[in-house]
Nanobody
Framework: QVLLVESGGGLAQAGGSLRLSCAAS?????????MAWFRQALGKEREFVGA????????YYADSVKGRFTISRDNAKNTVYLQMNSLKPEGTAIYYCAASKVVLAIPRMSAQSWYDYWGQGTQVTVSS
């Protein structure tokens, strides 16, 4: 069993930055095959943001965040980060961390059904 706890959400201005954290417990982060971030805006479906495989072999981002968001892992702290730069108001959403037992290839990284564990989410609000 893996427990994921997100933190770091809050209010930011458009063009600003935030860094989200996802602390994992129950298993060491290095043993978790794929970690990902998803987000869900009010009234919309949850969508893929980005993912990274074990040992950072593969990272993959949604087109909407590519070049602005970066996922990184700190195995010593058992934490995954989502650095969000150049924030846009459409980025206002609840951001969720997810973990998969499987090393996912890029086409599958964006599919929620491949993820086994989810955090409770952290709210990010971007003002214009």
């Amino acid at each position: 069993q893996v427990l994921l706890v997100e933190s770091g959400g809050g209010l930011a201005q458009a063009g600003g930055s935030l860094r989200l954290s996802c602390a994992a417990s129950g298993r060491t982060l290095s043993s978790i095959a794929t970690m990902a971030w998803f987000r869900q805006a009010l009234g919309k479906e949850r969508e893929f943001v980005g993912a990274v495989t074990r040992r950072d072999i593969t990272t993959y981002y949604a087109d909407s965040v590519k070049g602005r968001f970066t996922i990184s892992r700190d195995n010593a702290k058992n934490t995954v980060y989502l650095q969000m730069n150049s924030l846009k108001p459409e980025g206002t959403a609840i951001y969720y961390c997810a973990a998969s037992k499987v090393v996912l290839a890029i086409p599958r990284m964006s599919a929620q059904s491949w993820y086994d564990y989810w955090g409770q989410g952290t709210q990010v609000t971007v003002s214009s």
